[in-house]
């Protein structure tokens, strides 16, 4: 069974390079592949909820301390609305080079154990030890290995992928897009060629 908190092991090198919209916003579609559909922090999913309303974009180098840093796609990630609320403006160490398997485990009761000394600030800022997150995991381990036992559809359900998966091909950035091998790899196309795993 594969868990639905497994960190990443090596650090994030982002696919993506879309320059030029004015509005952070216009930046999801890519930021949503880019972060495989789910928090860069909690590793929340969007197939566990409604999407609208409960992710966010997330300016890495706070707008307050980088204002010109605002519509810049490498400063932006992915989260929920909870680790958004969390983070607010303070600087933290970079989810996409300290939040790695290596460096934390999450076990099957839900509780999360870090190891390096930036790792563990990290999760100490954003709370993922917290007793809430703590219950969260553990029902959602939960879940999780009883759909992967007895409902086959139910665990693809959890595990995979939205089906609204954004078509990134026909999105022209007005800067262009530093990173235009990174759609071919989308998530979307994946589909298309019939690559895309049932699960993540």
Known sequence: MTSPFMYPQTPHIRRHGPVGYADYASYRPWLRDEFCFRCVFCLRRETWGRVLGEFALDHFLPVSLRPELRTDYNNLLYVCLGCNLRKGDREVPDPLTHLL?????????????????????????????????????????????????????????????????????????????????GVAHSFFCLRLRGELPETD
């Open 101 to 181: 398997s290596p460096q934390l485990i999450v076990h099957a009761d839900g509780r999360i154990e870090s190891f390096s000394q930036e790792t563990q600030r990290l999760v100490r800022i954003m709370q993922l030890d917290a007793r809430d997150l703590v219950e969260f995991r553990a029902l959602w381990i939960q879940v999780s290995r009883l759909a992967s036992s007895h409902d086959a559809v139910l665990y693809r359900r959890i595990l995979g992928f939205p089906e609204d998966l954004p078509d990134l091909r026909g999105l022209e950035p007005p800067g262009g897009n530093q990173r235009p091998a």
